[in-house]
Nanobody, 115 residues
Framework: QVQLVESGGGLVQAGGSLRLSCACS????????MRWYRQAPGKQRELVAA???????NYADSVKGRFTISVDNAKNTAYLQMNNLSPEDTAVYYCNLLTPARAYWGQGTQVTVSS
């Protein structure tokens, strides 16, 4: 059974930084896409960043230049480094592991940015 566990969320002032982590319990981590989504109150869940097994990355326009997605295959862990945060980044952040068979989701971690 694959499980994803996020951590690293919290309260930060505008302009600050946070690093989110997503630990994967299964051995399939290295072979698939890892993505970070976020969902703000009253809004749809949106894709923030993605990284392929080959290391290619993609970002939402709203976070380009501020967020960085990475993985540590030895630790089966993905990261989302978030810099220069703004109140508009306030949301619950979810990691998502996409395999050919199905997608797996973490439980989410709250990020709150105060102005």
């Amino acid at each position: 059974q694959v499980q994803l566990v996020e951590s690293g969320g919290g309260l930060v002032q505008a302009g600050g930084s946070l690093r989110l982590s997503c630990a994967c319990s299964g051995s399939i981590f290295m072979l698939n896409f890892m993505r970070w989504y976020r969902q703000a109150p009253g809004k749809q869940r949106e894709l923030v960043a993605a990284i392929s097994s080959g290391g290619s990355t993609n970002y939402a326009d709203s976070v380009k230049g501020r967020f960085t997605i990475s993985v540590d295959n030895a630790k089966n862990t993905a990261y989302l480094q978030m810099n220069n945060l703004s109140p508009e980044d306030t949301a619950v952040y979810y990691c998502n592991l996409l395999t050919p068979a199905r997608a797996y989701w973490g439980q989410g971690t709250q990020v709150t940015v105060s102005s």
